[in-house]
């Protein structure tokens, strides 16, 4: 069983730049989060999705940022014309269908945005 | 509105010594969840351990133990027996009952001296 991946780990872009990131869920998990984690922060939420439809989205994600999750199964999020205030580290979490009383999340180790 | 206030930001503990780290969140739902993450350099976030607001018994899984006081609004995680490796960030978590998104605290970076 594997763990949530992303890709790339490491991305350092120029400002105004596109970037995306991948992240590929434990594969029975049909929920996927996003969140953004910034230097001395703990994670902040910025959307969920359920199979392919998201279904909730946090005022943290403004109009430069989308997410999608096309079949259900791999999730991108793209951020357009970044800005230095994007550097953060871009973490995704999956959980399973009819959640364990705990309903904890599985977080890949995360995508570290540098935006000079 | 949830809060989740982590008051440590920095903690050392001998090895093999037990240590408490502070959580007190703020909410006025009824039914809620909490939880302790770990954050080891690497980066990804580690589930540890998770209390239920009705949940009548404190929680333990192995060595982590949640002290929850649910007058008092908190919910410390203790680490029994310290290891070099138990040396990270710690994150205190809440998720409102039927609520998505877990609610984060600014953690609690804890160093384990040998």
């Known amino acids: 069983d594997t763990g949530v991946s992303q890709n790339p780990r490491h991305k350092i872009t120029k400002r105004g730049q596109n970037v995306t990131f991948r992240c590929d869920p434990i594969?029975?998990?049909?929920?996927l989060y996003w969140y953004r984690q910034t230097l001395g922060q703990g994670p902040e939420f910025l959307t969920y999705?359920?199979?392919?439809?998201?279904?909730?989205k946090s005022r943290l994600l403004s109009d430069r940022f989308s997410a999608e999750r096309p079949k259900g199964s791999f999730s991108t999020l793209e951020i357009q014309r970044t800005e230095q205030g994007d550097s953060a580290m871009y973490l995704c979490?999956?959980?399973?269908?009819?959640?364990?009383?705990?309903?904890?999340?599985?977080f890949g180790e995360g995508s570290r945005l540098t935006v000079l | 509105a949830q809060k989740i206030t982590q008051t440590q930001p920095g903690m050392f503990v001998q090895e093999k010594e037990a240590v408490t780290l502070d959580c007190t969140y703020d909410?006025?739902?009824?039914?809620?969840?909490l939880f302790w993450y770990k954050q080891p350099s690497s980066g990804e976030m580690i589930f540890l351990i998770y209390?239920?607001?009705?949940?009548?018994q404190n929680a333990t899984e192995g060595r982590y133990s949640l002290n929850f006081q649910k007058a008092r609004k908190s919910a410390n995680l203790v680490i029994s027996a310290s290891q070099l490796g138990d040396s990270a960030m710690y994150f205190c978590?809440?998720?409102?009952?039927?609520?998505?998104?877990?609610?984060f605290g600014t953690g609690t970076r804890l160093t384990v001296i040998p």
């Open positions: 209390q239920g607001s009705y949940d009548e």
């Open positions: 979490a999956s959980s399973p269908t009819g959640r364990p009383r705990t309903g904890e999340l599985f």
């Open positions: 909410t006025s739902d009824q039914s809620y969840g």
């Open positions: 999705f359920q199979n392919e439809a998201q279904l909730e």
């Open positions: 978590a809440m998720r409102r009952t039927g609520a998505n998104n877990l609610f």
């Open positions: 594969s029975e998990h049909n929920r």
